[in-house]
Structure formats: C-alpha cells, structure tokens
C-alpha cells in the first residue's frame, strides 16, 4: 500500500498567521483528500484535491481559508491560513488507490495548536 | 454531516476481554471500513466489508455488516494493551463514492 509523508507532525502558531502542511506519497494517486478532526471529534472532509484542477471543497470550507495545491500526482499542500484558535485541530491528508472498494491510507497526521 | 454513528462513545476494558464497537449509517452504501487511531495519529485501515458480504475476520478481529438495519460491529477478540485506540467507522460517499464519512468513533481502553 501507499506510503504517505506528512509534515509538520505539530506546530504551535500565532494567530493570525498561515501554515502549510505538505503530504508526500511515494506513488502516484489521482485523488487526495484533506480532513480535518477538530479536538476529541471524529473526522471531516475539508476538500479533494486532483492533479491539474482546482480542489473540490466541502460546505463550511472556503478556498480562501484553505488554499490547496496539487502540482503534481505525488504531492499536495494544505494551507491553514488567518489563523484562529478555533482552527486548532489535526489535519490529515489521505489517498484512495485501488478504487471504491479498497481501504484508505492516511498521513500521519498533523497537529496544529494556534495560540 | 457524519454518516454514522457509533456506540458506545467510550469502553473500559480489562485485556483478554473481547471489545464490541457499533456502527449505525444512513444512506445506501457499496462498502463499510473501519479504521483504527492512536493518540490523535493518523488512522490505520483495519478492514474493509462489502455490502454484499454478512461477515469478514482479520486475525482477533470481526466485523458484521447488516445492511437492512444499515449497521455494522467490530468485534476484537483477546483485547490487549496495544489495542488501546480510537476506533471509527466509515463509509464511501459522494457522487462517485470516493470520498469518505466518518463515525463519530469510539475510544477504547484496554487495562493491562
């Protein structure tokens, strides 16, 4: 199964400023998924990130909050940014690589505390 | 929205004791996965039932599907220490089935 890079696994940060998480993945995807688990909840989906196009985000996130790029079928960022405290939680990144009915492989997680 | 939901929130157990988690969803689906995390981590892909199948195993574990109560159970048999986790269910979704909705989880100690 794939294998996914994911960094940073934590950061503190000061309102009002911006972090970019990276996930690398050591093969080629089409699909990669960002999600979000705000504290002591289960996950939700922010958006879905293709290679050439512009992320598909879901109801309560914006592309201005949460900026993603995809230059490539290995890689994507997530961009947190104008942060709050509420925006403190764990994001994670995923990929599908079988189709429908095989598993997903999640990065490891990043845990972001804004302050 | 979460597609599922899971009981019970929380369970204490003592390790060699059996774990059964719940899982409740809404809509029609093609498949059920469960998914293990530790600490806040990443999560783990346990095992992956498909609607047509009753029942799947992997090792100490065993999953039900019941698709006509649109639920399902994960069963860990001989609990240990290390299975001290997080458990969620979760369901493809979206107009091509690829994303996923999760159950709000439970968390699962298991005492030495």
């Known amino acids: 199964s794939a294998v996914i890079s994911q960094k940073p696994s934590r950061d503190i940060c000061q309102r009002g400023t911006s972090l970019t998480i990276q996930c690398q993945v050591d093969?080629?995807?089409?699909?990669m998924f960002w999600y979000r688990q705000q504290p002591g909840q289960s996950l939700t989906l922010i958006a879905t990130?293709?290679?050439?196009?512009?992320?598909?985000?879901e109801s309560g996130f914006v592309i201005d909050k949460f900026p993603i790029s995809r230059p490539n079928l290995t890689f994507s960022t997530l961009t947190v940014s104008n942060m709050s405290p509420e925006d403190s939680s764990i994001y994670l990144c995923?990929?599908?690589?079988?189709?429908?009915?095989?598993?997903?492989?999640f990065g490891s997680g990043t845990r972001l505390t804004v302050v | 929205s979460q597609q599922g939901e899971e009981d019970p929130q929380a369970l204490s157990i003592q390790e060699g004791e059996n774990a059964t988690m719940n899982c409740s969803y809404k809509?029609?689906?093609?498949?059920l996965q469960w998914y293990r995390q530790n600490s806040g981590r990443g999560l783990v892909h346990l095992i992956l039932?498909?609607?047509?199948?009753r029942e799947k195993h992997s090792g100490r574990l065993r999953v039900t599907l019941d698709t006509s109560k649109k639920s399902s159970s994960l069963l860990i048999t001989a609990s240990r220490a290390a299975d001290t986790a997080s458990y969620f269910c979760?369901?493809?979704?979206?107009?091509?089935?690829?994303?996923?909705?999760f159950g709000g989880g439970t968390r699962l100690m298991v005492k030495p």
């Open positions: 979760a369901t493809p979704t979206g107009y091509a089935g690829n994303m996923l909705t």
């Open positions: 990130a293709n290679q050439g196009s512009e992320a598909t985000y």
């Open positions: 039932i498909r609607s047509n199948e």
């Open positions: 093969s080629q995807v089409t699909m």
């Open positions: 995923s990929v599908q690589e079988q189709g429908s009915n095989y598993g997903y492989t």
């Open positions: 809509t029609s689906i093609n498949n």
